[in-house]
C-alpha cells in the first residue's frame, strides 16, 4: 500500500488515506477519504469551499478521480459543494457520464442528497478579494507558499491504484475558469499495467501539455516514474512561455511501487506513505539544483503499510 500526495496538505490526507487503505477499503475509497480530509480542514485557501474565491467573489470549485480501470469522474465550476470530490465520485458511480459542470454538477448534487449552499465568503476571503481588487492584477505568481491543489495517487492492498485532484483553483481567475485538476489526462490519469500520475500548479501550463497523461505514456514507454516526470517538465517549459513565473510540480507512481516526483520551481514539496511510514519530501526541481531530501517529518507509524 501506498499513498502519494501533493504538498504540505497531503501529510494529513495520507494518513486519512491509509486509515482507508487499512481497514480494507479500495485505493479509491483511499483517496477521496484523502482529498475530503482536504477539503474539510485545508487552511491553506486553495481547497474546498474557504478557499480564494474568483475575480468575482465567487468560490468555485474543481474535483475528479480516476481508476486504473479507466473508470472516471469528474465536476467543474460547482458552487456550494463542500466536498466536490465525493461529487466527482457520484458522476463517476452513479451516472454514464465523465464530466459535470456548473448548474448541472449543482443539481445533479441536490438529487444525490447532497447539501448545495452557497456561503458568504469569510472575514480573510473577503479582505484578501477586496485587496486584489484594489490592483487587478491577473498575474500567476511562482507558488512560494507549500500550497496548491491536492492532487494523491494511491495503490491498494490487491495492487489497485487510483489518482484524485480537488482544488478551488487559481485565486482571482476569471469567472467560469476551469483548470487542470477536473480534466482526466491533464490534471490526473492512471492506466492498469502502466501507473499513474498527478500534477498541481498552474493548470494552464498543465492543460497546454496534457500532463497527466503525458507522464503515464512516457513511463508505458519504459520511462521510470522519475524520468517520465521530468521529461513532462522540461517538455513544459519548452512549450510554455514565462516558466520563470510559474510552478507546476508532478508526481507518478508505477505498479511496482516506484514513484516519481519533479517541479518547474524549487518549492515542491509532497508528501509519501509507504511501508509504515508518512514522511515530507522536497522535489527536485528543473529550474534548480535541487536533489529529493527528506525534510525530517515522519509522524506515526501505522502497521502494514
Ligand atoms: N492546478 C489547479 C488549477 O490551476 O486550477
Known sequence: MRVLSTWDHGLPANLEALQRLQAGGSATDAVEAGCIQCERENGQ????????????????????????????????????????????????DRTPHVMLAGAGAERFAREQGMQVRERPLDAEQHAKWQAWLQEKRYAPAVNVENHDTISMIAMDA??????????????????????????????????????GAVCTGLGEAVLRTAGAHAI??????????????EALIHRLIDRVPGSGDYQVGVLAMDFSGRTGAFSVQRGFTYALAERGQNAMHQAPAALGQDSTIEVAMRVRERPGT
Request: charged share 15%.
Open 158 to 195: 490487491s495492487g489497485r491504484m487510483a489518482v484524485a485532484s480537488t482544488t478551488s483553483g487559481l485565486a482571482f481567475k476569471m469567472h467560469g475558469r476551469v483548470g487542470d485538476s477536473p480534466i482526466i489526462g491533464s490534471g490526473l490519469f492512471v492506466d492498469r499495467g502502466v501507473g
Open 216 to 229: 503515464v505514456e512516457a513511463m508505458r514507454a519504459g520511462m521510470s516514474p522519475q524520468h517520465a516526470c
Open 45 to 92: 485557501r486553495t481547497v474546498g469551499l474557504g478557499g480564494w474565491p474568483d475575480r468575482d467573489g465567487t468560490v468555485t470549485l474543481d474535483a475528479a478521480v480516476m481508476q486504473c480501470d479507466g473508470r472516471a469522474g469528474s465536476v467543474a465550476f460547482v458552487r456550494g459543494v463542500a466536498h466536490p470530490i465525493q461529487l466527482a465520485r457520484m458522476v463517476m
